[in-house]
């Protein structure tokens, strides 16, 4: 009985791919499925160390997949919308690297009762105001960068009313009102 043979491409030919930031369409890093198993699998060479750990690591914990050899790390408005699309709780945990501008003055103008309890998705918001308006990096310094980085401050004080207040309406109401006043009186600080 004859054998058969199975032609298959090489491994290093077959890629990978994965993409999608909410609301930025999409980017494809691409990598040869071998070393995306290989790094799954822990195997991690020091030319890999070298080559850009924190991407490969932030890669894998944000289920992109990775770029390919040769290929540029992501960008840095790549890594603030990755930055910018967390949740509260680990944009909190976020190393504060360059050359991003970490600043933040809390919860401007909120009475300290709202300003400790969003206190973190109001840091989440300085950090989008500061890098993307025209005051720091100037990564989005238009209408519907500061709508989007508004936008996201009410999903994160919404989910920390979920998560700390069970979703309970004032908490809601209370965010709601930040909102409306960052989106009122917001205009100042992101386009200065």
Same mark, same amino acid.
């Given at each position: 009985m004859?054998?058969?043979?199975?032609?298959?491409?090489p491994?290093?030919?077959?890629?990978?791919t994965?993409?999608?930031?909410?609301?930025?369409?999409?980017?494809?890093?691409?990598?040869?499925?071998?070393?995306?198993r290989?790094?799954?699998?822990?195997?991690v060479?020091?030319?890999?160390v070298?080559?850009?750990m924190?991407?490969?690591?932030?890669?894998?914990?944000?289920g992109?997949?990775l770029?390919?050899?040769?290929a540029?790390?992501?960008?840095v408005r790549?890594?603030?919308?990755?930055?910018?699309?967390?949740?509260?709780?680990?944009?909190?945990?976020?190393?504060?690297?360059?050359?991003?501008?970490?600043?933040? *003055? @809390?919860?401007?103008?909120?009475?300290? &009762?709202?300003?400790?309890?969003? /206190?973190?998705? $109001?840091?989440?918001?300085?950090? +989008?105001?500061?890098n993307y308006?025209?005051?720091?990096?100037?990564?989005?310094p238009?209408? *519907? @960068?500061?709508?989007?980085?508004?936008? &996201?401050?009410?999903?994160?004080? /919404?989910?920390? $009313?979920?998560?700390?207040?069970? +979703?309970?309406?004032?908490?809601?109401?209370?965010?709601?009102?930040?909102?409306?006043?960052?989106?009122?009186?917001?205009?100042?600080?992101?386009?200065?």
């Open positions: 004859p054998s058969r043979v199975c032609s298959r491409p491994r290093s030919t077959l890629i990978a994965r993409s999608t930031i909410a609301d930025q369409g999409s980017i494809a890093m691409r990598r040869p499925l071998s070393s995306i290989a790094v799954a699998a822990g195997v060479t020091t030319r890999a070298a080559a850009g924190v991407t490969t690591a932030m890669a894998l914990v944000l992109l997949a770029p390919a050899p040769g540029s790390a992501l960008s790549e890594t603030a919308d990755l930055i910018m699309n967390l949740g509260y709780a680990d944009f909190a945990e976020q190393p504060q690297a360059e050359p991003f501008d970490w600043t933040t *003055d @809390g919860c401007t103008a909120t009475p300290p &009762r709202q300003a400790r309890r969003f /206190r973190q998705a $109001c840091e989440q918001h300085d950090f +989008g105001y500061r308006g025209r005051g720091g990096l100037a990564l989005w238009e209408e *519907d @960068g500061r709508k989007w980085i508004d936008s &996201r401050f009410l999903t994160e004080m /919404r989910a920390i $009313c979920r998560d700390r207040h069970g +979703g309970a309406d004032w908490c809601r109401d209370q965010a709601r009102v930040l909102y409306d006043a960052v989106r009122l009186f917001g205009r100042f600080a992101y386009f200065d």
